[in-house]
């Protein structure tokens, strides 16, 4: 394990709940960061989705208390994964609006990739507080540049967030498919791939379309 990413999209204990839908309390979240980190993991990855009239309003507070704890907080639009969050456009603050908001109280400014097709803009507080990034992926969409494979709990490897179907890997694997074999099956899924939903979100070949829900391929 060389990397651990946490969601916490509001610091505010009745929010939280709400948005969790009555399962889950921040006070776990923090838990688990002062856990990860006593564990070794001093930069954790804090991933946030802002929901205009939801959880906007507490986006300085937020990075007001990650600045300078080594964290980063990486700011993820709204998107319409699955069917069921409801999703609406006029919900979704883009990550330039978000900036701008946040660099009005700290100025922030770019910073390189750190590897080609990294799906966070990375931007840092002029006053070295630290780094935070935006995922734009409804504003933005990166769908060129794109390595969001997610293998779900049954067995089926999806090539993108918004996919309909996964390709079977479960069946080959229980079959005996040696690792040469089940790698070179993903290598041909993988290259066949023809992905670019967040570049034609809205078009008539999208709206009717089923998505996956986020739970059953993990975020
Ligand atoms: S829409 Fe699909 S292909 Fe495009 S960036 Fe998102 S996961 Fe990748």
Known sequence: LRRITLSIDTLDAIAYRR???DRGEVGEVFAAIDAATRAGFSSL???????????????????????GSGHVLRFIEYMDVGTCNEWRQDLVV????LRERIAAR????????NYGGEVAQRWAFADDGGEIGFISSV??????????????ADGRLYTCLFSNDGH?????????????????????VWSSRDDRYSE???????????????????G
């Open 19 to 21: 948005l969790s839908g």
């Open 45 to 67: 990855k804090l991933n946030s989705v802002i929901m205009r009239g939801v959880n906007d309003a507490h986006v300085l507070d937020m990075v007001d208390h990650f600045r």
């Open 94 to 97: 883009t990550s330039a609006e």
């Open 106 to 113: 700290w100025p922030l400014r770019a910073l390189p990739a």
């Open 139 to 152: 504003s933005e969409p990166f769908c060129g540049d794109c390595s969001r494979a997610r293998l779900s």
């Open 168 to 188: 079977d890997l479960l069946g080959p694997l229980r079959a005996g498919a040696s690792d040469a074999e089940l790698s070179a099956l993903i290598a041909a």
């Open 200 to 218: 034609i979100r809205g078009s008539t070949d999208t709206s009717q379309r089923r998505h996956v829900e986020m739970y059953e391929i993990g």
